[in-house]
């Protein structure tokens, strides 16, 4: 056989290769491959097929460069941020000035769009494989490869987080609905009260709770709170100290007492790494008597007439002292017809595109010009207003409003 005609066939078997490599790997990526498995496949033409001696790929995943393969050569002697990045298209290395780079013939870049996935660097071709003059011509069949197998493990890896992120979905969501079990399902609307609630948390869950409690027949208890963070965590303490007042409330003496008592259970359960602010009330509902503790929380408004006042006595924080440093139980009789107003920071402090907050006047303006209405209309109109005032900002924090109208 002449040597033309050898040429001729050496060729025809490389064709060959070439096909049935890439069709190998597809048939792989369809039957699922895992990443090794197709890595095997990789390896296999690249060092046995085509001789290749050193062979060096850097790969990215979840933002970081790892290297996936390191043949021939001593690794970790590249950065790839300071000597690859850059790199935009295959690169012939002749006479590289970077020492790291010297081992190397040829620098291949695999790109998706304009992002890098991967880099391969390439030493020592066998003569007999791929010829010394057409270097580039067979690098394109390498280039081809190598952006087949790290797209599909990159495919990979991005299937398995899309997974990932939907149990992770479905468990807050799961989260959500048992948070939703957490408010009462039912708020009282009589000839002696009217209550509405609303509760947007920032996250699938929060922190933010509001609970209303009948305690005998001439008096129900109230609350409104807020754990310092936002999300699960937030969300799990709040839970807890749900269930602690609904266990304490109707066994100690005071709402001193009952701060005092959930205040140890907090620091036993949050170790002084979250707070809770929260306002707890006690209302008769033959006396007109409302008693109440405000620990840390943004003062209710009650709207008596055409004048608002604050309630702002009772202690500190929940969750940060270990002994509280005062606390003062407040009793005041509420007249008829009046309003109690109670919310969370993110009511307030939700800010619009100038960055500017809602604030105490915006909420109490759109109570007063609503104090005619049923406090479910008062709840609604205030998210109306905090909606409009926000525009196409998003809530910043959770929100929770709890409005009780006394008649």
């Known amino acids: 056989m002449s040597k033309q005609s050898k040429n001729i066939k050496k060729r025809l078997e490389l064709g060959k290769l070439k096909l049935d490599t890439l069709l190998q790997v597809t048939k792989g990526i369809n039957r699922n491959l895992s990443k090794n498995e197709l890595t095997e496949i990789y390896k296999h033409v690249l060092i046995n097929e085509l001789k290749i001696g050193k062979l060096v790929l850097y790969n990215k995943s979840d933002n970081e460069w790892t290297q996936e393969l390191c043949i021939g050569i001593e690794c970790n002697s590249i950065n790839v941020e300071t000597d690859l990045i850059g790199i935009k298209e295959i690169k012939v290395l002749s006479s590289e000035t970077n020492k790291s780079l010297e081992p190397f013939d040829v620098i291949v870049p695999v790109f998706h769009k304009s992002r890098p996935l991967a880099y391969l660097l390439l030493g020592d071709f066998d003569g007999e494989k791929i010829e010394v003059s057409p270097i580039i011509k067979h690098l394109t069949f390498i280039q081809t490869l190598t952006n087949v197998i790290i797209v599909a493990v990159e495919n990979k890896r991005l299937f398995k987080d899309n997974l990932k992120q939907i149990a992770i979905k479905k468990e807050m969501e799961l989260a959500s609905e048992m948070q939703t079990m957490l408010f009462p399902k039912k708020l009282p609307n009589n000839n002696e009260i009217e209550v509405a609630a609303r509760y947007h948390p920032h996250q699938l869950v929060g922190g933010d709770y509001y609970d209303f409690i009948e305690l005998n027949r001439d008096e129900v208890a109230f609350c409104i709170a807020d754990v310092s963070g936002k999300g699960v965590p937030a969300a799990l303490l709040m839970s807890n100290f749900q269930a602690s007042l609904r266990a304490l409330i109707k066994r100690t003496s005071s709402l001193s007492e009952l701060a005092i008592e959930l205040n140890k259970n907090i620091l036993a359960n949050a170790n002084r790494e979250k707070f809770i602010t929260a306002f707890i009330g006690k209302y008769n509902l033959q006396t007109r008597n409302l008693q109440y503790i405000n620990a840390g929380h943004n003062p209710p408004q009650l709207l008596v007439g055409h004048q608002f006042s604050a309630l702002t006595d009772g202690c500190t924080l929940l969750g940060m002292f270990e002994n509280l440093p005062s606390v003062t139980e407040k009793n005041i009789t509420i007249p008829q017809n009046s309003i109690l107003t109670c ?23 759109t109570i007063l010009l609503n104090k005619e209405n049923t406090s479910q209309e008062i709840v609604e109109e205030v998210i109306n207003e905090l909606d409009s005032y926000k525009q196409e900002v998003e809530y910043k924090d959770d929100i929770a409003l709890l409005c009780l109208r006394i008649k």
Do not use: R
């Open 343 to 365: 919310f969370t920071d993110g009511v307030v402090e939700q800010p619009n595109a100038e960055n500017e907050e809602f604030e105490i006047d915006n909420l109490k303006k």
